[in-house]
């Protein structure tokens, strides 16, 4: 068991021994490399990673400004149809009354009448309609029907023949 214990102990003291880590001086001069080669690309990793950051707050921007666009745009469609409308409207209401405008207009440049143009107009209205009242009223003669004949005979002679009294 003395000899069991003793290469137990002597195992434990050369397993310990090698565990220790090398002085700096006798590290290989491949780990130095590995390890700078390393740092390097921890490095060009770092800026890589920040570049794409600041790629990603750009594309987010852009994202923010084309919604902004998007909403104008929607609100510029959904204007435009109202505008139209109110431009249609109001072109038609001066279509519809320019024929009063110009009536106005006429009627504002024309000269007002004096009290003898007034009655001689009156007079000559007066005139006109007891003239049409004196006149026969002519009915009016259908187009298929031939005009009847009249007679043409002199007072005192008979009527011809044809003609019925």
């Known amino acids: 068991m003395r000899l069991l214990m003793s290469l137990l102990i002597s195992t434990m003291l050369v397993l310990a021994s090698s565990c220790q880590a090398p002085p700096p001086a006798q590290i290989p001069p491949d780990v130095g490399r590995f390890l700078e080669a390393q740092a390097q690309q921890n490095q060009r990793l770092a800026e890589l990673q920040a570049s794409w950051q600041q790629e990603r707050q750009t594309l987010f921007e852009q994202r923010d400004q084309l919604e902004a666009e998007r909403v104008e745009l929607a609100r510029l469609r959904n204007q435009e149809p109202v505008v139209a409308a109110a431009i249609l409207t109001i072109g038609e209401l001066i279509l519809c009354l320019s024929p009063l405008l110009l009536a106005g207009m006429f009627l504002k ?57």
């Open 109 to 165: 440049m024309s000269t007002p009448l004096t009290s003898t143009d007034q009655l001689a107009e009156v007079l000559l209205l007066r005139e006109e309609t007891s003239r049409r009242a004196a006149a026969p009223l002519a009915l009016p003669r259908d187009p298929l029907r031939p005009a009847p004949s009249l007679p043409c005979a002199a007072p005192g002679t008979t009527p011809s023949k044809g003609t019925t009294e």
